[in-house]
């Protein structure tokens, strides 16, 4: 065994510098390529005024990638349970109950920003390690396990509110909010970058990071590759999932406190079916549902593809209900495309 | 049989990008004959079974069945024209029962149109007693071992009364007992006038089966010939194109100290599975250096020792002791066994070796990524040097790391398995039937490659139901009946017919063997 050490000077590599990555490059592109048509007609299809594309303006720009960045940040999350071959449907659930729990703990408890903030993504976190324990340790499907969770956690946000919406007031007194936590919802560099867009892009841009380089993700992947084969190569797969769906609850929690900033409130109610959308987001992102294979970068190029969409119909005053109507078969599209791949 | 041919394959061609996988290939079958097709993989002899069987529809050349000219559209119209073809990657349903899998898609039903549940038992239990099984029909597929699901396919063949029947290494997971009988029932489908293609790895059942036997090699017809007259050696030259000097290369390394010592162990399982055999008082060791074979028959807990070795083995309670150099271990799980110096290539591969359309890179480094970086996060180079090391080292035949490893041969496949266990550095390999499906070539190789390791110091133990592996690998041979080790071999001075009566137990030697003893 002394030839197989850990240490090589130099690679001795014949094989050429691709540019590699368990995710396969090819079906990366496809969700971008999807973006970039969607983004096509969407100018092509924008109204005008006094001949400007009311689509590219600067405004309306900011607004899609900022109605996006809820979802987009949940997505992200969502990402890592599919990739897994898990499923979780209670990212909506857990948005309303930390958007509720911002709302309460700094208006009502009067708490300040930070113990307020950290708490509230420690209970996305800690939701989502339950979750995650719940469907690797008992062997519970995760569809299951976070069907109930969804139900448990929209539960909890109902009893912490009084089952009321919760509005948000800034300022020092009793019973408002600090005013850095308004700040959240603000823009940024001159005012062109709402922050909320700037939170999905860090996280977005974590997420591919660490989904690269990290040897956490090469044993996520391999765990949604093949379970069996996972485990049998000494990955720790129970630790790996109860990880990923904390890694879920935490993004899940973060969108919450977003969610709360942007309406000024928090309701319990908050992100009903956001899971739906999110699952939609990374099914057009090109990841399999088997789990295994996709990318974060796919994902957000899925969630920018459904905001574009949504943004270019109101645009054009289009009915809500045909609204969902293309979404719907945007996501049978972007399936069908993926079933046309050559299989590798 | 010029005029009598059941099948007549003339000029067949087949492409797939720039790889001719058949060129100009002329195939006959006879009723009631067994044509024995041979060759390494990526030889051609999937891809024309593939071709008569209907999975592969635009080709070159002609097929005549009976002498009529046919041309078919997919495996439905292959069917229709009775042909049969049991595939090396078995297609049943795991959830389904015996009998379900065997009539799956033309059940029989009772007057009022629903599933006669009854009547499918009673005539999957005759064809399974039929292909010399005593398998209950009613249990579910996934519940059984991979040898006795080879033998539901074979029953589930039979039963669709094909004239030609097309046989991929049916062997490949049945013990000796159940090769015979699977002969035993070739004989009599043969007597009944089913041609059969017989595509296999193992020459001593192909001169015991076959009337003829066909080599293919790179596409192309090599020879035929038959296979009672020729050699060994012979044919593998045919197959491989060079002479082989031997396939097995004899470790003469001296065995050094005491590797793993297991005493009087016992597992009771919290519940009984069916179709499982765990150890009941198997007592053994393995010196680092050595090889030792683990023999038995289907069912003799061979696998099961290897997984309550690694700690994969569903719980219980154990008793007797597992040491491993001179130090009690309680092998709790894989990263456990790893991490003590313990490595597993399981039994199959597909299933539960490899992740098939991850890249190679991935599939080799994923058992020892902490070693290719620091704070979790890894070094690309490190890791791409530690694959190509491995590949090299492994005489890995691919294109890029970044390819699927799913789309190596079945050997190359194996040996990503051997190379993502060997990049732990382990010093005891448990090792579970790692030739089965794998070339002659590869399988050269990886014997290559045990000599090696165990000249290096490493302690190997080696399941398999091959008893020339068995006798050409291992150092020594430990037999298993009925989760017990009935009896040790050193392969120095004992036989092929020595672990056969080990195995089987002395009274059931002549009942199933015959002569030898």
Partial sequence: ?344 | MAESALVRMSGIGKRYGGVQACHEVEFTLGAGEVHALLGENGAGKSTLMKILSGDVTDYDGRIEIAGEAVSFNGPTDAQAAGIAMIHQELDLVPALSVADNIFLGRELRTPYRTVDRRRMDREARALLERSGVNLDPRRPVGELRVGEQQLVTIAKAISLDARVLIMDEPTSALTTSEVERLFAVIRELRRSGVGIVYISHRMEEIAQVADRATVLRNGQIVTSFDPRKLSTAEVVEAMVGRPVQTMFSTPDAPTGDELLRVEDLVVKPRRPRPGRRDPDGISLTVRSGEIVGLCGLLGAGRTELLETLYGVAPGGTRSGRIVLQGKEIRPRGPRHALAQGIGLVPEDRRASGLVLFHSILANTVVSSLPAYGRLGVIARRMERAASIRMADRLRLKFGRLQDDVGTLSGGNQQKVVFGKMLLTEPKLLLLDEPTRGVDIGAKAEIYRLLGELAGQGLGVLLASSELPELIGVCDRVVVLRDGRDVASFRTADSGESDLLAAAMGESAVFEEVGGPQ
């Fill in chain 1, 1 to 344: 065994m002394t030839d197989v050490q850990d240490k090589p000077a130099v690679a001795p590599t014949p094989v050429e510098k691709a540019s590699g990555g368990v995710a396969a490059t090819l079906f990366r592109f496809q969700s971008v390529f999807g973006l970039l048509a969607v983004f096509v007609a969407a100018i092509i299809f924008s109204p005008r005024r006094d001949g400007e594309i009311l689509f590219l303006s600067a405004d309306n720009l900011a607004n899609v990638v900022r109605a996006v960045s809820e979802i987009g940040i949940i997505a992200v999350g969502m990402t890592f349970v599919i990739l897994i071959g898990g499923i979780d449907l209670s990212v909506g659930a857990v948005l309303g109950l930390a958007a509720v729990g911002s709302a309460v703990l700094m208006v009502e408890s009067d708490w300040g920003f930070l113990p307020s903030i950290v708490v509230v993504l420690a209970i996305g976190l800690v939701f989502g390690a339950l979750q995650g324990m719940a469907t690797a340790m008992i062997g519970i499907q995760s569809f299951i396990v976070t069907l109930a969770g969804l139900q448990i956690a929209r539960g909890l946000a109902r009893i912490w509110s009084d089952g009321q919406g919760v509005a948000i007031a800034y300022g020092d007194g009793p019973n408002e909010a600090p005013s850095t936590f308004a700040l959240l919802g603000e823009r940024t560099f001159g005012g062109l970058v709402p922050i909320p867009v700037l939170i999905f892009a860090v996280v977005a841009i974590a997420a591919v990071v660490f989904l690269r380089i990290s040897a956490f993700s090469r044993h996520l992947y391999a765990v949604g590759g093949n379970e069996k084969a996972a485990r049998l190569s000494g990955v720790p797969v129970i630790r790996v999932k109860i990880a990923v769906f904390a890694i879920c609850g935490l993004l899940a929690a973060l969108a919450g406190v977003v969610h709360a900033v942007q309406l000024n409130q928090g309701s319990p109610n908050d992100g009903i079916g956001y899971e739906l959308d999110a699952i939609a987001a990374v099914v057009i992102g090109g990841t399999s549902l088997a789990g295994g294979r996709g990318s974060v970068a796919g994902t957000v190029a899925g969630a920018l593809l459904l905001g574009v969409l949504n943004n270019v119909l109101a645009l054009n005053n289009i009915d809500s209900n045909i609204q969902l109507l293309i979404k719907g078969l945007v996501i049978v599209a972007a399936a069908a495309l993926q079933r046309l791949r050559p299989a590798s």
